[in-house]
């Protein structure tokens, strides 16, 4: 049997505890630190800014790289078609109609195939293979 | 119950009824929206942020034989001008004019070939772009591009170039502004020259830029496969020089020439007079070739049937020989002209010529109708002679570059043959062949007769996939000993005729003058046909002049042009000469 002391004791104990619960609901723990809601508040906005910061970050870094890339990419397009032009050149430069047309410019005439004589030597064998790379 | 509480219970019913009706409208909204046009808004909303481009296969080029390029790809600039945004920039001017008239002259000034006129005309429209020149030169855009003017500019687009101009153009053939492949080469390798095209699909930036670090997918292109040809550049242009000068110089109205490897089939040149540009090919447009007869795109060798004439003889002579039939040495009598028992009309010698007693030999030196006649008709009979047709590929394609026609003789299988066929065909008429088929005949001889598919693309390089042509064995069409002894009659006859021998070398060929009904006797289609060297051949040729005016005979139109290109053959692939050369023989 309890006194009436006791009675008294445990009553004003079940009247403090909502006091305590309301405390505790504004006292939050963040990891090892009691924050309060002002201080939440403004963590979570400097959060979120740093997180913009951050995504706008890298948005303008994937938008300067691509716009690298893409002046990388013209710049290939221009070297191709320069590429193509030179090739181009060389071809033509090479065809027998430019050789023909540039001989004949410096004076020289086509070969009579009359007046050249073939030449067979018996038993001549050949001494060596000559080096293509190396230029007379 | 209460009065308020029905009238409380009805407010609520209808309510609750508002309410059901609203949210019936909403879904059916939902339903609109999302189900209905959902797909149709979800690609408005792509086509905001997202790009599709098509990507271009890189056509593939052509390569001769050393590998010189012979088509190529370039990228050249259109020219377009806005006259609405020129309207639209000088609404308000009062320079308007001025600035017009500056803007029309700068650009007179680099494109020449647009008059002022016409430029005027243009920017009066009400076009939002026009196209005013294209393609245009390197020099053209460096110039356009430094000038800086608004309401101009440039759009590249690949062009096909072929640096060589016309060389092996008929071979060759074009590709259109649209990139389609015609004629030739180009015609029938066309979908595998063309390459696969590609695309991109990607996220832009607010200018249309693609997004490449974005959201991005799409194929690559595959480009176009690379063909490298058997014809030689320096032997192409060294026949159409030649072609060229030797049609022009008799007066004739074409001319073709074929070079082919003895013993492989390759082509190693093929050429035709008239000819085109194919940089420039619409500029041919209306020139006809082949007689007058085809488009000037044809390749006549392949496209250009004719009566072979005499050099016919020498097929008629190998059905003979390789069935034991006759000998070189069999004779017969030749008055000049041969009758017939069953009414077939009397064949008769060039110019009714009388040889007397002959052999087979002096019929191909004499060129003599008579003896030929008298070989299909009294030894061979059409049983013996028409599968000898067939075997050497007469009336048969080869495919080998673009369009093609395969020839024709009536056999006696056909309706409306006559006996008149079989001895007319036996000198070259009444049949229809193409110089290539020709040329395969001559080159069975030459190759102890066993005939080569004919071809002219050695490699396809598809994407790093090498494909390399092997030359190919067709059929066997006569013994060897036929070919030998059919090569020391063509050797005979090129020396009994001397238009086609030069020193050092033994050339066996056998000249052809075909007249056509209908027509002048002196209009003919002389032509030449051989091999050389006859001891061990290398090259077979086929010389042909259609309608020569100065000259009208096989052995003086063609002939002459036929050994000056042996001839060059033999200095350029240095083949040692098998006979004593003059120089030896002084000695």
């Known amino acids: ?136 | 119950m209460s009065t308020d509480l029905r009238r409380a219970r009805k407010r609520q019913m209808i309510i609750f009824l508002l309410v059901c009706c609203g949210m019936v409208t909403l879904l059916a909204r939902l339903y609109y929206w999302q189900i209905l046009r959902g797909q149709q808004l979800a690609r408005y909303a792509s086509e905001e942020h997202l790009q599709n481009q098509v990507l271009n296969a890189p056509r593939g080029v052509i390569y001769d034989a050393h590998g010189h390029l012979l088509a190529t790809n370039v990228v050249r600039d259109d020219v377009y001008v806005e006259p609405v945004q020129f309207a639209t920039d000088h609404q308000y001017s009062e320079n308007r004019e001025s600035e017009l008239a500056l803007l029309i002259h700068m650009l007179h000034e680099v494109l020449p070939e647009v008059s002022e006129d016409k430029l005027y005309r243009i920017f009066n429209t009400n076009l939002q772009t026009y196209r005013i020149a294209g393609p245009i030169s390197p020099q053209q855009s460096q110039q356009l591009h430094q000038l800086h003017v608004q309401d101009v500019f440039l759009e590249p687009h690949p062009v096909r170039i072929y640096p060589g101009g016309d060389l092996a153009a008929q071979v060759l053939g074009y590709v259109t502004f649209d990139g389609k492949g015609l004629y030739g080469i180009e015609g029938q390798y066309d979908a595998l020259l063309a390459g696969k095209p590609g695309n991109f699909t990607a996220e832009t930036d607010l200018n249309g830029n693609p997004l490449t670090v974005g959201v991005s997918s799409g194929q690559p292109a595959l480009n176009g496969a690379n063909l490298t040809l058997t014809v030689d550049s320096n032997v192409q242009y060294m026949v159409q020089e030649a072609l060229a000068d030797m049609v022009k110089r008799v007066q004739a109205s074409s001319g073709t020439v074929i070079v082919m490897d003895a013993h492989s089939g390759a082509i190693v040149a093929m050429a035709g007079v008239p000819s085109f540009d194919p940089n420039r090919y619409w500029a041919y447009s209306d020139q006809m070739g082949c007689l007058g007869d085809e488009s000037v795109y044809f390749n006549p060798a392949l496209y250009c049937a004719y009566e072979p004439g005499s050099t016919m003889k020498a097929v008629t002579m190998a059905a003979a020989l390789d069935q034991g039939l006759i000998t070189p040495n069999t004779t017969l009598n030749d008055p000049g002209y041969i009758n017939f028992h069953d009414g077939t009309p009397t064949v008769t010698n060039w110019s009714r010529e009388a040889y007397g007693t002959e052999t087979m030999t002096q019929v191909l030196e004499h060129s003599a109708n008579v003896g030929a006649a008298y070989v299909a008709y009294n030894i061979l009979g059409p049983q013996r002679y028409y599968p000898y047709l067939e075997r050497f590929g007469f009336a048969q394609i080869s495919q080998i570059a673009g369009p093609e026609a395969t020839g024709s003789y009536r056999s006696n299988t056909s309706s409306g043959w006559t006996p008149s066929d079989l001895a007319r065909q036996a000198f070259g008429q009444s049949i229809l062949a193409t110089p290539l088929q020709m040329a395969l005949a001559y080159q069975t001889i030459a190759n102890g007769g066993v005939m080569m598919r004919p071809y002219i693309v050695a490699v396809v390089n598809d994407n790093g996939r090498v494909m390399t042509t092997q030359p190919q064995v067709k059929q066997r069409v006569i013994s060897a000993e036929t070919a030998r002894l059919l090569t020391d009659m063509l050797v005979s006859a090129a020396n009994y005729n001397k238009q086609a021998t030069f020193p050092g070398y033994s050339v066996a060929v056998k000249t052809g003058t075909a007249t056509t009904q209908g027509l002048p006797i002196d209009q003919t289609e002389a032509s030449m046909a051989g091999f050389v060297p006859a001891s061990n051949p290398r090259f077979v040729i086929l010389v042909k002049i259609d309608r020569p005016q100065t000259t009208i005979y096989g052995s003086t139109a063609a002939g002459p042009l036929w050994r000056s290109i042996a001839q060059q053959l033999m200095l350029y692939y240095n083949v040692p000469p098998d006979l004593p050369s003059s120089l030896e023989s002084t000695n």
């Open chain 1, 1 to 136: 049997m309890s006194s009436l002391k006791d009675r008294n004791i445990t009553l004003q104990k079940a009247e403090s505890r909502p006091i305590r619960a309301t405390k505790r609901r504004r006292q939050l723990h963040l990891f090892f630190f009691s924050l309060g809601p002002v201080a939440l508040c403004s963590i979570s906005v400097l959060l979120i800014a740093l997180m913009a910061i951050l995504y706008v970050s890298q948005v303008g870094q994937a938008v300067a790289s691509n716009q690298k890339i893409q002046q990388m990419h013209a710049q290939q397009m221009q070297l191709q078609r320069q590429n193509q032009d030179l090739q181009n050149s060389i071809a033509t430069e090479q065809s027998p109609e430019y050789i023909a047309n540039q001989a004949k410019q410096q004076g020289l005439v086509p070969a009579d195939a009359n007046t050249v004589q073939m030449l067979v030597v018996p038993h001549l064998h050949r001494i060596a293979q000559p080096d293509e790379n190396v230029q007379p």
